[in-house]
């Protein structure tokens, strides 16, 4: 199965590329969630440029050192940010393909979970928000994000690919990630029915 799920998705495959040969980092998962859930407490409320080890440090008790044992640094991190908001894309999309059929049905679920993002943060998870501040503390390192070119070229040669044809998964996708963007910059701020009926409009537009 071919996993894309928007522009953090590729960004998180390109940080983790590029540590794969990195020493595993020890230490019980409990103190690493704790520490996770912490770093995306800190993002959300103060947000991206609040992420440093030191303010992490002072929010979570722990040392410094401590903290380097789990991440052995501020790219790690954000990885490790990632993969957690990636795992809640993945399981929106993974939730929304029984809803398609033929042989675009992943296509159309992946276009749908963008759109849906907006719904986890208005069901109290604050997911754009925290998913602004990730994409924003990895853009401080531009060596990270250059090869997300070469991967949205992969997934826009399977748009070209599909029965619904290149141009149309590609607007219904550019939409739902350019209304998501305004979001995230506080450009409009859309009430929870015309939400819907944007959503509802980018599907039918698919289905079609």
Not at 89 to 105: K, N, S, V, Y
Not at 168 to 188: C, D
Not at 189 to 196: H, L
């Amino acid at each position: 199965m071919y996993r894309s799920d928007g522009l953090c998705y590729y960004a998180c495959i390109i940080v983790r590329r590029q540590s794969m040969n990195a020493k595993p980092r020890g230490g019980r998962p409990s103190k690493r969630n704790y520490i996770l859930m912490a770093a995306e407490q800190l993002v959300k409320s103060h947000g991206a440029a609040q992420l440093t080890f030191d303010k992490l440090s002072e929010e979570t008790g722990i040392s410094k050192g401590g903290l380097l044992y789990h991440f052995a640094s501020k790219d790690e991190l954000v990885l490790a940010m990632m993969e957690r908001l990636i795992d809640t894309r993945e399981q929106l999309r993974e939730d929304l393909t029984p809803q398609f059929d033929g042989p675009d049905a992943e296509l159309k679920a992946l276009i749908m979970s963008e759109a849906n993002v907006q719904r986890v943060a208005k069901d109290g998870n604050d997911e754009l928000a925290l998913d602004s501040a990730v994409l924003c503390a990895a853009s401080h390192n531009r060596d990270l994000l250059k090869p997300l070119q070469g991967r949205f070229e992969e997934l826009f040669a399977r748009f070209d690919a599909s029965q619904m044809g290149g141009d149309k998964a590609r607007i219904a996708f550019f939409a739902v990630l350019g209304e998501r963007l305004m979001q995230q910059l506080g450009m409009m701020d859309s009430d929870p029915q015309e939400r819907d009926v944007f959503v509802q409009a980018i599907r039918k537009y698919i289905e079609e």
